[in-house]
């Protein structure tokens, strides 16, 4: 399977600290993407970061991407309670041209307020 | 507006019958998948489609049907032949091409009675 992995399973942080989630993967990629769920709902893209860059910045967010080790991270700063979601990383199967999206099994990010 | 809906938000299927879930956008996308998640679980590719008249099977095809006769429809047909269908079923469309995100429907939750 290409699907990635996301560690921790579970995050639990008080309001105002960082929260960092970490995504591996297995094949080559065009890119790579981090999405937010909320409970019951869609996902809600966040980010995408191409696979020749090595950092992106959106507003609170900040995301890596080492594709020698072939993995990305994604740094929440300053949390708030409404941060409270599962996020997800997914990437494309470069190597089947098809530009489909493989997700992990995410991340439960709890933030107490 | 512009964006992916799917109906029905809730659906109850007796076991043996088949049920279609429906998926429609206006964002003139022309890939368009569907996804089965489970809980605490990240998402699984079901089918997806890259053009209209073509669709391809994911990773956990058997047991489900689809088809693309229109660019903004990919109706989901869930099969009495699907041994465990009970699951949160996503839908999601891109434009299809590399480094680009998928916009996702709200799900529809199906529970076998």
């Known amino acids: 399977s290409q699907q990635g992995e996301e560690d921790p399973q579970a995050l639990s942080i008080q309001e105002g600290e960082n929260a960092t989630m970490n995504c591996s993967y297995k094949?080559?990629?065009?890119?790579l993407q981090w999405y937010r769920q909320n409970s019951g709902r869609g996902l809600v893209h966040l980010i995408l970061i191409r696979s020749n860059e090595r950092e992106k910045h959106s507003g609170r967010l900040r995301v890596t991407l080492d594709t020698s080790k072939k993995s990305s991270s994604l740094l929440i700063t300053a949390s708030r309670a409404a941060d409270t979601a599962s996020y997800f990383c997914?990437?494309?199967?470069?190597?089947?041209?098809?530009?489909?999206?493989?997700f992990g099994t995410g991340t439960r990010l709890t933030v107490i307020p | 507006d512009g964006g992916i809906t799917q109906s029905p938000k809730y659906l109850f299927r007796k076991e043996g019958q088949n049920v279609t879930l429906s998926c429609e956008q206006n964002l003139n996308h022309d890939a368009m998948y569907w996804y089965r998640q489970d809980p605490g679980q990240g998402l699984r590719l079901i089918y997806y489609s890259q053009i209209v008249n073509d669709f391809q099977k994911g990773d956990i095809a058997e047991g489900y049907s689809v088809s693309r006769e229109k660019k903004e429809s990919f109706p989901l047909t869930v099969t009495s032949a699907q041994k465990n269908p009970t699951a949160f079923y996503l839908c999601?469309?891109?434009?299809?091409?590399?480094?680009?995100?998928?916009?996702f429907g709200q799900g529809t939750r199906l529970t076998v009675v």
């Open positions: 999601a469309s891109s434009y299809g091409t590399e480094n680009t995100e998928a916009f």
């Open positions: 094949t080559s990629i065009n890119n």
């Open positions: 997914a990437t494309d199967a470069s190597e089947t041209g098809a530009n489909n999206l493989f």
